[in-house]
Every structure is written in structure tokens, then in C-alpha cells.
């Protein structure tokens, strides 16, 4: 589902379904909220970066691999993206213990960072009070299920 938002028209007619390549050359902010299957993966690359309109700013609040890390720095270093959100990052667990006190190694992080224009959060978007509360409910709601007669309705068999 690709759609567009027209703040021009009445609220109802805001929104329209359209293909990527318009939504690529018509939006200011383009924001990723799907899943990483294997017709999103890169999503947004060298190519999808070029098609876009210069100064258009990308956040990704889905799943790290939506977007090539390189090429988006490319097309940060190149003024083609003017700004930054990323709430996943695509190599790191950087971001579930304190390392101020080292090094950073990974260079393609490093360089994101550098810049001020970007910011990098650790997948934060899942964490709102509504989030929290449906996650704990299904959780207790699988402990409950499988003490009263051992079915999981959201059972991940490996």
C-alpha cells in the first residue's frame, strides 16, 4: 500500500493510492512503516534516492534493511537527502547497552552519526503506551492459553 498525502484538499481527499516512482518525485518526507519482506527490501536505494525530490527527508521507523545504508549516505553526502530518522539501524545492537565509553567500529554507523542531520534511535517506534499495553496483553493472554490447555495462538515454531 503506497499512498500520498495531498494537504491541499478537504481531509477525506487527502489521501491517495499511488505508485512509488510518483511518490519518490512528489514528497517531501517520505516516512517507511512496512514490513522487510523481499519487495521491500532496499526500498530505498541509489536508484530510488535519485528519482526523489532534492532536500526530501526519509524516516524509517520499520525494519533496518528497508533502506541501503550506504547509498542513503551517498544521498546525504550529495544534498539529495536533507535529513535523516532512523529508528532501526542495519547491523546494530549498538543500542541496548552503554558504550560511550568505547569506540565506535562500525564505520558505516560512525559516519551516519557524523552527521547532523540524521538522527539514529534504537527502534523506539513500538514504544508508545498503547504498544506496551497490547504486548503485555497478548503475552498474558499466551500464558493463560497455554496453562488452560497448552495451545499458543501465537506459537513461533523453529
Known sequence: ??????????PREQIRYTTLDELYGKSDIISLHCPLTEQTRYLIN???INKMKDGVMIINTGRSQLINTNDL?????DKKVAAAGLDVYEEGDYFYEDISDTIIDDDVLARLLSFNNVIVTSHQAFFTQEAMQNIAET?????TDFLADGSLENEVIV
Not at 503506497?2 to 491541499?8: L, P, V
Not at 503475552?139 to 500464558?143: D, G, K, M
Request: zero cysteines.
Open 46 to 48: 541509489k536508484e530510488s
Open 139 to 143: 503475552t498474558l493472554q499466551n500464558v
Open 1 to 10: 500500500m503506497i499512498f500520498i498525502r495531498m494537504k491541499s484538499l478537504r
Open 73 to 77: 549516505i551517498e544521498g546525504l553526502k
